[in-house]
């Protein structure tokens, strides 16, 4: 997932947020300012009420943050890359550039998110009873302190790609000394679990809440959906195992000179390939990015006369300039863009597109097993 916003980065490590992370803030805040806090606050004023409950909010995102640190400095600590971290919607997600190379390594990866949210419930729950505070306060305390546990607790879960469904997959692999294995089994548990969540919600829709209902039913929706999505990338990655760019790239793509404006690169170029997206280059031949179909149409053929290629480029992120020899099974973890660049010498070589991903996506799956196993 892209963020929307980048914060920074702490201990190295790139931080951001994705918008859907503004719904959390207002939801929180909507729960804590009008039924919670003036429950155990009463006599306030609203201002008070809202002000406490924003803070409470941005403290439980820090929390999240927390989680995933714990997540991110422990994988460092273990010798496995870590790319970034980005707060979204349904929490947090740490991106890793390299899988755990042990049952152990990728079960104290896995565990180590879900016992910083316990430890933070914990700490808030002595400051409570050690304090003795204004109610107000202690409310929100109190809150923060349960949503955290409930936060570590709901991540243990025996599912992928919950933290636990990644423990229960270390333990697994353990046991089999089979990592494929492993991977079917833990799908097949994040599956249930989504399905499981799925009837609960609609449950507890139908009898008594329909609000935290639909909320269960999200949740579990989501959870299978990505166990789905996890099944078939485990699948393809066997697939592409022992593949280099070079073997699935296509070669000597054609290409946009940026010099050119757009009219004369639709009547040398686009109108005669057969390809929907094209590297951008400089007159080193060096790649500045990439322009699509898409883009060329979206002008008006007075605008095609006036307008360079450069302009419409689409600067690519660094890692979508790959070499030839990368791993294919790297292509996996690319940020969604319309195209990945193979470069060598400086000059393009090859060119994977967002359809030609796809393509190889399923028949890295046709290799790696049937097609079933990856649902």
Avoid: K
Wanted: net charge neutral; hydrophobic share 50%.
């Amino acid at each position: 997932m892209r963020p929307s916003l980048r914060l920074g980065t702490v201990a190295g490590i790139p931080i951001g947020v994705h918008w859907s992370t503004l719904l959390v803030v207002a939801l929180i805040m909507a729960v804590l300012g009008t039924a919670v806090l003036p429950v155990e606050g009463a006599g306030m004023s609203r201002g008070v009420y809202w002000t406490v409950a924003a803070v409470t909010a941005l403290a439980f995102l820090a929390s999240l943050l927390a989680h995933e640190l714990a997540h991110a400095l422990v994988a460092r600590h273990r010798g496995v890359r870590v790319g970034s971290i980005t707060l979204w919607l349904l929490g947090g997600i740490t991106e890793l550039d390299d899988e755990a190379g042990t049952p152990r390594t990728e079960a104290e990866i896995s565990a180590a998110g879900p016992l910083m949210s316990l430890a933070l419930a914990v700490a808030a729950y002595l400051v409570l009873i050690v304090t003795h505070g204004p109610p107000l306060i202690s409310s929100a305390l109190a809150w923060f302190a349960l949503v955290n546990a409930v936060l570590g607790v709901f991540n243990l879960l025996p599912g992928a790609p919950l933290d636990g469904g990644r423990v229960l997959h270390a333990f697994l692999w353990w046991r089999y000394r089979d990592r494929s294995r492993a991977d079917r089994a833990a799908v097949r548990a994040g599956q249930s679990l989504g399905m499981l969540l799925v009837a609960a919600g609609v449950l507890q829709t139908a009898l008594w809440s329909p609000a935290g209902g639909l909320w269960t039913v999200l949740i579990g929706w989501f959870l299978a959906g990505a166990a789905r999505s996890e099944a078939f990338a485990h699948t393809a990655r066997e697939g592409l195992a022992g593949l280099r760019m070079r073997d699935i790239m296509t070669s000597g793509p054609d290409l946009a000179p940026a010099w050119l404006t757009v009219d004369a690169f639709v009547a040398t170029v686009a109108l005669r390939s057969r390809q929907s997206v094209f590297p951008v280059v400089d007159f080193s031949g060096a790649p500045v990015g990439s322009v699509s179909l898409e883009a060329l149409c979206a002008l008006t053929p007075e605008q095609r006369t006036a307008t360079h290629v450069t302009q419409l480029a689409r600067r690519l992120p660094p890692d979508h300039l790959v070499a030839p020899d990368e791993p294919a099974a790297r292509i996996l973890r690319r940020s969604a863009e319309p195209a990945t660049l193979v470069v060598e010498n400086g000059h393009v070589t090859g060119m994977v597109t967002s359809a030609d991903l796809t393509r190889i996506l399923l028949q890295a799956t046709l290799r790696g097993g049937p097609c079933g196993d990856a649902t």
